[in-house]
Every structure is written in C-alpha cells, then in structure tokens.
C-alpha cells in the first residue's frame, strides 16, 4: 500500500475517526474524504504524508486545530478542511494555492497569521458562523505580487460557491483586469440571475471595448440577453457592436430585444444588416423579426418576412411562425385573414397560436369567431383557467351574461 498515490473515499458513508495508520502512505499525494460522517479529532500522523499536495477533509464533523504536524507538509497546495476555528498555525502553510473552508462551523475571527500564505490564489471561506472582520490589508498583503490569473481566480472561485457579493468585491480591488476576469465577472452575475444588479454595476464602470471584443460568444449573447430584458437597449447594442466576432445567436438575441421593447422596424434595419454582413438566417431570426413585426403592426412587412423566409432562405414556416403572423393579424384586426391562416396551417394550432386571435376578437368585437375560437382553446387546454375567463369576458362584453355563467360553472367543475 506505501506506493498508493491518490486515495478518493469521496461520499463513501466512511463513519468514525481518520485512522492514524493513513500515515502510512507515504507516497500519498492526494487524499479525498470529504462528505462523509467523520468525527473526532484531526490525527497527527497525516503529517508524515511529505508528498501531499491535496487534502480534503471537509463535510464532516471532526473537531480541534490542524495538529502541529502539519506544517511539515511542504509540498501541500490544497487544503480543504472542517474545524472548530481556525488554527493559528495555518498560516505557516506558505506552500499552499488553494485554501476552502466554507460551509462548514468555523466561528471567531479570520486570523491575521493568513498573511503568511503568500502562495495563496484561491481562498473560500463563506458560510461559516466567523465574526469580525477581515484584517484590514489582508488582500493587499496576500496578493501584493499576484497577477490577474490570480486575481481571476479569487473571483471563479466565490461565485462558483455562490458567494457573487464577496467576488465583485475582488472585481473592485483589482488594480487592472483582462477579458478573462469580466468574463468570470459577468459570468457569476448572469449564472446568479441578478440582471439588473449586472447591468447597474458595469453601467457605473468604464468598459474598453477590448472586453467586448473577447467575450465569450455564448456570454455575449447572454449579456446582450440580460440588457435588452432590463431595458438597457443602448448598453446591449454598446456590447453587440463592441463584438469581434458576431454569430447568429447574437444577431437573434439583438433583433428579439428590438421585439421585445416594441421596436419592429430598428429590428427589420438590423435584420438587413444582419443579411449584408453574409449572415445566414435561421428559424429563431425570423420568429424575432416576425414577433417584432407583430408588436409594432408592420402588417405589410410581416406578409412580406413570412414569404422572404420560405422564397429566398428556404426555411420551411414551424409552429412559432404560424403564430407570430396569426397574432399579427389579429392585433391589426385582420381577424378573417387569421383564421384563414390558422385552417391553412400544414400543423394542427396549439393554444399558443389560437389565444392570439381569442384576444383579439375581444377587442375588436368579434364575439361569433372569437366564440369558435375560445371552444377550441378550452379542449386543447382544459385545465387553464384563464381560457375560460378569456371566452367569458367575450360573452359579457356581447351582454350574454347566460353564456358567462355557464363558462365559469365549467370552470369551477373542472
């Protein structure tokens, strides 16, 4: 057994005490036992493992210091460890990289012996029942010769454990930042799905437009996503045109903004653009475009879109599409030609495409279609109940206060 290298016990159910013979492998290298339902004391002889480098013993219940013993393992780098506070001998350490203490019951005050750990790159220590405060140049003093990889890793590091608040304060305190380090910044805003918080914090910051430039693709999109959702049409297309490199899911993600806010013919100038820098739509395009159509009554550009889609880019019109020129119809109200688009239709609708129209049959008064319509709406989707308030507000509009009652008692029967 001394030649094993790495021993991974990881949610194994292990119960009881480490067993000090572990000691014994000396050729140990990296040894994992974490989330299982160890106790007691931290045995010494795991000071005679010279070759360590990782250590994992987190998620348990073991109790006391780090033993003495442990400041000979030169070679540790990763350290992960549960105890009921913090050694002082920890920051003898100096070789470690990676040093984890969250989630677990650690509680007093965030020694200032940490500043010896001036190998450090990543230190989580959220969650955990710590009063004080950090020392007040702990960061400058660890990271007083770090670099932005460094730095970058602070930031993963917390967000990865969900703590985004402690990693835009490492964003805040570093002295300079690349693509890669917005990336992780922006990263943990989005993937935490604080929209606003992101837009409001990289609003109040002076962005170069290298950052845009190396993005990542998909975390562009997202960005650009999460600014047109809060409004923020001037930051989202600060970032689309900070792009180097823009592919399809951008260009989509841009137009389904402009829909969104109501600005159907910026989204038809972008689509144009789109078509002239040799970008090939695909089905998602033009359900935005079409939808952008739709929410600003651009019937004439819609029909037009609709029959550019099938004549010249050769894709064949999908459920959603059917949907979008329904509801363009509809909001015009354009109600005959809906339904002769709807019984047109190489599918069968689904509620989707047929609660368009429903509607607007109710607002432009149109009580015998959008009756034939509600019916078909209610057996596609019966346990809906706003199907049903749907189709009696069209009968009390009509005063047929009969036919509302009888809608709302298959309501409550249902």
Known sequence: MGALQLLDLWYCSVEGAIPSSLGNLTNLTSLYLSHNNLTGQIPGSLGQLLSLSVLDLSRNSLEGLIPLSYLSLGNLSILDILSSRIPSQLGDLSSLVDLDLSFN?????????LRGLRNLQSMIIGDNLLDGSLPDDLFATLMLVRDVVSWTSLITGNSQWGFVDEAFQVFELMPESNSVSWNAMIAAFVQSNRFHEAVRSFRAREVDTWVYRELDSKLA????????????????????????????????CMIGGLATHGKGEAAIQHFKEMEMEMVAPDNITFVNLLSACAHSGLVEEGCHYFRRMVEVHGI???????????????????????????DEMPMSPDAGVLGAPLGACKIHGNIELGEQIGRRVIELEPNNSGRYALLANLYAKAGRWEDVANVRKLTNDG
């Not at 509680?107 to 012996?113: A, I, N, R």
């Not at 959702?229 to 045109?241: D, H, M, R």
């Not at 999908?318 to 688009?341: N, P, Q, S, T, W």
Request: glycine share 10%; charged share 25%.
């Open 316 to 342: 064949e019109p999908r459920i959603e599409h059917f949907g979008c020129m329904v509801d363009l119809l509809g909001r015009a109200g354009m109600l005959e030609e809906a339904r002769k688009l709807i």
């Open 105 to 113: 019951t650690l509680t007093g005050s965030l020694l200032e012996d």
């Open 221 to 252: 999109t997202t960005i650009i996503d999460m600014c047109c959702k809060c409004g923020c049409l001037e930051k989202a297309f600060e970032v689309f045109n900070g792009l180097l490199h823009k592919g399809i899911s951008s260009w989509n």
